[in-house]
């Protein structure tokens, strides 16, 4: 998200979805009255809202002005150009964030379409070694009928949603909590080990050729040493576990967002077509 436009739409979505009154809306300049609960999350004075709540205070709405040209709006020296890395964008990304963590949505459709539910979750995979790579990881499961499926690319279909439902025909999960949490784990462990895990491989030879530096390293100490012989050893030990820690390797799932969907039969269909994983462990 970096030209003006795309923070723009991000910025006046967010605001929308937070609950925030848009005042003055236009390509360059994008005035709110935001939420008390949505300021807090947008300034950095902890001890300021502290003293707020503990005293009972009342406060008025604060109204932000923010500019997407650099040559602002000199009638307001209060107004805030958003742009990539800017203190108040990142902030707007924080609560997105934390606000998005946990969704129920309904699908959009006719008051006689039934809606069934489908968790989905979306998690970062990090592989780590001595060095580090992270990506995005889409799961679904049908609570339903207890498909999974995963999307490497972490896709969701075009979906039109709702925070109510449209439809009388909400049906309920017949998959339990524990049995989905069965089924994502083995579903991921799965997936993941059919992964290619060459960079696995290549990081334990990296790992191996420090472990005999290391061990050349502290035997030639230990010759010249000997009456530190245990002291020697201790230490080559903890640098010994140092190492296998840096070097791993091993992965570590992260989940970033959980969303409860009721969607259309059509929908849930398009969700378990042409994924990468069997729909079953």
């Known amino acids: 998200m970096q030209s003006r436009e795309d923070i723009r739409q991000f910025a006046k979505t967010y605001f929308e979805t937070a609950g925030a ?21 947008l300034t950095d004075r902890p001890y300021y809202w502290m003293w707020v709540e503990a005293t009972g205070e009342k406060v008025e709405p604060q109204t932000y002005t923010f500019l997407f040209d650099p040559e602002g709006d000199e009638e307001n020296p209060a107004a805030e150009w958003l742009a990539p890395a800017s203190f108040r964008l990142q902030k707007m990304y924080d609560s997105a964030c934390r606000r998005g963590r946990y969704v129920r949505q309904f699908e959009i459709c006719s008051p006689e379409d039934p809606l069934l539910p489908l968790l989905l979750v979306y998690c970062k995979v990090s592989y780590i070694s001595d060095r580090r790579k992270d990506r995005l990881l889409a799961m679904a499961v049908d609570l339903f009928d207890g498909r999974v499926a995963v999307d490497p690319k972490g896709r969701l279909p075009p979906l039109s949603l709702s925070d109510q439902p449209k439809t009388r025909h909400l049906m309920e999960a017949r998959v339990t909590w524990p049995e989905t949490r069965g089924l994502l784990e083995a579903t991921l462990r799965l997936y993941l080990n059919h992964e290619d895990h060459r960079w696995a491989e290549e990081a334990i030879t990296r790992r191996q050729e420090e472990e005999r530096r290391l061990a050349r390293y502290f035997e030639q100490l230990v010759r010249e040493r000997e009456e530190s012989r245990s002291t020697l050893e201790a230490e080559w030990s903890v640098r010994l576990e140092e190492l296998r820690w840096r070097f791993g390797p091993r992965i570590v799932v992260t989940p970033l967002q959980w969303a409860w969907l009721c969607l259309t039969p059509a929908t849930r269909a398009r969700m378990f077509t042409g994924q990468q994983s069997p729909t079953r462990p």
């Open 21 to 41: 009154t848009i005042l003055d809306d236009s390509p360059q300049r994008l005035t709110v009255r935001v939420p008390i609960e949505i300021d807090k999350e």
